[in-house]
DNA sequence: CGCTTTTGACCCGCGC
DNA sequence: GCGCGGGTCAAAAGCG
């Protein structure tokens, strides 16, 4: 028996819950890479979210997505530079002037907005290096502690001593507890065989499911030697088109800024789902923490199956009325009204962005 | 030459 | 204990 909950992730943007909803998960639920990652999404490349190759994507693009906010404000934009035609009377070349004179300084505006979010980015990333050098002194005078208290515990000093290339010891505090076990999957409609994500990945095996004739592949962060984040790539048996990969872990080290906001979105949810941090789902939604960070571009659903074993955050991309069948089958149909908020923020689905990635074939 | 992918073997938990 | 199925290892092959 598993409990899911099917919720539109399609509210309202609201941009006052911006700082609240990341603080909700607690302090230590920094929501970075720690704990899973999504990293999670191209024909070849149609839903590449976080490609690091930026000139594949116009780079204004990339910062609405990053960041749910919407900067991009074009230039040539019809319905601001106006087009007078041969007979300006001197009232509208005024105006023309003055609308020139706006446009200038939204430009500018919008650039400066963009450096400072550049900056923020980076400022981010900075901390969060930092913060992981502190997770890691913690662990260490932690475990040192237990060790003079309790000397009989050979295996933790070692785990001090050993280099982090132990993954479940380095990581475990990181992490944090209750986080262990977090997943994120993400749905999302792809010809391609992965979706890049922004992270490195290495794949380390293959296997076809019992019922599923689609190979499941199975991949490793390589983007730091310790890392221990892991994902699955699998494509939905019944829809062949939908790609569903799975996240689990955290990243023990800093990810390219445009991969922050998916790793940060799918770590931090899971983390507030599994500590219980935010107190209801409805809050984790309601707080439209997902659809603000990456979802703003296409209609979406949220699904947080409570299921053993795994308590699974799924991100769901498609447009697609079926039902996922993967995981279990979704309580409430969705209900129709989620997909109209969007309509006028990102009206086409992402560009198709590719994903270096190569073959798949199958085995067994 | 250093990386990734491939692919059968191996491991391990679970139900019988 | 045994078989099964999901997950991982690692040797070999592939690739730029
Ligand atoms: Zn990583």
Not at 128 to 136: K, P, R
Request: charge should be neutral; charged fraction near 20%.
């Amino acid at each position: 028996m598993e409990k899911s909950v099917a919720l539109s992730g399609a509210l309202p943007r609201n941009d006052a819950t911006d700082s609240g909803a990341g603080a909700g998960g607690g302090m230590l639920d920094f929501p970075i890479s720690l704990v899973s990652s999504v990293d999670s999404r191209p024909v070849v490349g149609e839903m590449d979210f976080f490609s690091r190759e930026k000139k594949l994507l116009p780079a204004p693009a990339a910062v609405s997505l990053a960041t749910g906010l919407d900067l991009n404000i074009p230039k040539e934009d019809p319905s601001i530079a106006l087009t007078v035609d041969n007979d300006p009377s001197p009232d509208e070349e005024k105006k023309k002037e003055k609308t020139e004179v706006e446009l200038g300084k939204m430009t500018e505006e919008n650039r400066r907005l963009k450096g400072m979010l550049t900056q923020l980015s980076h400022n981010y990333n900075a901390l969060q290096t930092h913060f992981i050098a502190l997770m890691q002194h913690q662990r260490d005078l932690h475990e040192l502690h237990d060790d003079e208290n309790d000397k009989k515990n050979v295996k933790e000093r070692l785990f001090d001593i050993l280099p982090a290339t132990d993954d479940t010891s380095a990581n475990y505090d990181i992490a944090g507890d209750g986080n262990r076990k977090a997943r994120v999957s993400v749905r999302a409609r792809s010809e391609a065989h992965m979706i890049s994500d922004g992270c490195q990945w290495r794949k380390y095996g293959q296997k076809v499911g019992k019922g599923n004739p689609c190979p499941r592949a199975y991949y490793r962060c390589t983007m730091a030697a310790a890392c221990p984040v892991r994902k699955q790539v699998q494509r939905c048996a019944e829809d062949r088109s939908v790609l569903i990969t799975t996240y689990e872990g955290s990243h023990n080290h800093p990810l390219p800024p445009p991969a922050v906001a998916m790793a940060t979105t799918t770590s931090a949810a899971a983390s507030m789902v599994l500590s219980g941090s935010m107190p209801t789902i409805e809050g984790l939604v309601a707080s439209n923490f997902l659809s603000r960070t990456i979802l703003p571009c296409s209609s979406t659903m949220a699904t947080i199956a409570v299921s053993a074993p795994f308590p699974t955050v799924t991100l769901d991309l498609t447009h697609s009325p079926h039902l996922t069948g993967t995981t279990s089958s979704r309580s409430p149909p969705l209900p129709p009204f989620d997909h109209s908020f969007f309509s006028g923020l990102h009206s086409s689905a992402p560009p198709a962005w590719a994903a270096p990635h190569k073959s798949y074939g199958s085995k067994s």
